[in-house]
């Protein structure tokens, strides 16, 4: 059983930056892809970001290429999603989510895939 927390939401206007934070335990932390999704009101749960066990592949939603960057620590159990160049879409809600694996390379962008989530964290973009 992995448990995963989200942190670092807020308020922050368009074009400004957040880094969200995802702290995982319960579980073995480097055995698993990790994602990101959001869920806007009104909207289904899309997914923003993924990366794989390994960590050397990483994969985005078009919408986000050239701005967000996912990334782990292992040492930390966190994975993180630094925001750029922020848009008023971006509000949503935003989760993290992990799945155990064995393949190291692959990343998951179907949120299917995924056994554990977290709660959530909120990101507001003022235009």
């Known amino acids: 059983q992995v448990q995963l927390v989200e942190s670092g939401g807020g308020l922050v206007q368009a074009g400004g930056s957040l880094r969200l934070s995802c702290a995982a335990s319960g579980g073995t932390f480097s055995s698993c892809a990790m994602g990101w999704f959001r869920q806007a009101p009104g909207k289904g749960r899309e997914v923003v970001a993924g990366?794989?066990?390994?960590?050397?592949?990483?994969d985005y939603a078009d919408a986000v290429k050239g701005r967000f960057t996912i990334s782990t620590d292992n040492a930390k159990n966190t994975v993180y999603l630094q925001m750029n160049s922020l848009k008023s879409e971006a509000t949503a809600a935003y989760y993290c989510?992990?799945?155990?694996?064995?393949?190291?390379?692959?990343?998951?962008?179907?949120?299917?895939?995924?056994?554990?989530w977290g709660r959530g964290t909120q990101v507001t973009v003022s235009s």
């Open positions: 989510a992990a799945v155990i694996v064995s393949r190291p390379g692959t990343t998951y962008s179907n949120p299917g895939m995924y056994d554990y």
């Open positions: 990366i794989s066990r390994s960590g050397l592949g990483t």
